[in-house]
């Protein structure tokens, strides 16, 4: 049964953690950076170079976040070439992207403590490693795979398995961790137990309905479940 968050504190400050965990995936924008305000930014140049007038309707596309631009833009029945101009005001923008408050300790934690680490992103991977490397969480992380560089993006279990994969790590060893339903269904897909993160703009009640195995309202409560109440 899923854990809301208090029950999640519980769990990890009581010293009853879940089965050996060897190594957990992310989920990029909303868990460990908040792109947000860029991606509003980007969205609406895009929309406006490539549509023309009228509201830019970002509130749709953050309904898909999780998911390959492209795919998003067939969803939305968008043009395919407004992926052009937002790439590119986004990597103009790219110095205003924030890390959330916990996430390098996060990081740099599970890394001494020998948990391996990857991203899998919608994002492509050239752009997600360019974003990590301007916020200084590349050299944190083992692995990162793009949305571009495996044959099915997100909901598909293709981009944790290669993450893992890339990582030599087992899928019952893992956990996946998203703010989007997508990331829980590809985490839960490729045999990971999944982490429902709440500390950015990932809606609670949207992803509670999917059941992952821990719903957690800050980073520091992810490596207490690691760790099994070993501190954060």
Do not use: C
Request: aromatic share 6%; charged share 25%.
């Amino acid at each position: 049964m899923p854990l809301n968050s208090s029950a999640a504190r519980a769990r990890a400050v009581t010293g009853r953690p879940p089965d050996a965990v060897t190594a957990v995936v992310f989920d990029l924008d909303g868990v460990l950076i908040d792109s947000f305000a860029v991606m509003r930014e980007a969205f609406a140049v895009a929309y406006r170079e490539v549509v023309g007038d009228g509201e830019p309707p970002f509130e749709e596309y953050v309904t898909h976040q999780g998911r390959y631009f492209p795919d998003i833009m067939r969803l939305m029945g968008l043009p395919p070439a407004m992926q052009e101009p937002f790439v590119r005001e986004s990597h103009r923008l790219m110095h205003r992207v924030e890390v959330y408050p916990g996430v390098p300790r996060l990081l740099a934690d599970l890394r001494a403590g020998g948990i391996r680490t990857a991203i899998a992103t919608g994002k492509s991977g050239e752009r997600a490693r360019a974003v990590l490397a301007a916020v200084g969480l590349l050299p944190l992380l083992d692995a990162v795979v793009g949305s571009d560089e495996v044959p099915r993006p997100k909901p598909h279990p293709d981009i944790v398995r290669e993450a893992l994969g890339r990582i030599g790590a087992a899928a019952g060893e893992a956990l996946m961790v998203g703010d989007a339903v997508i990331d829980l269904q590809s985490g839960r897909a490729a045999g990971t137990r999944t982490v429902a993160a709440t500390w950015g703009e990932g809606r609670a009640e949207q992803l509670r309905a999917q059941r992952p195995d821990f719903v957690l309202d800050s980073p520091g409560l992810l490596l207490s479940l690691v760790r099994g109440g070993g501190g954060a």
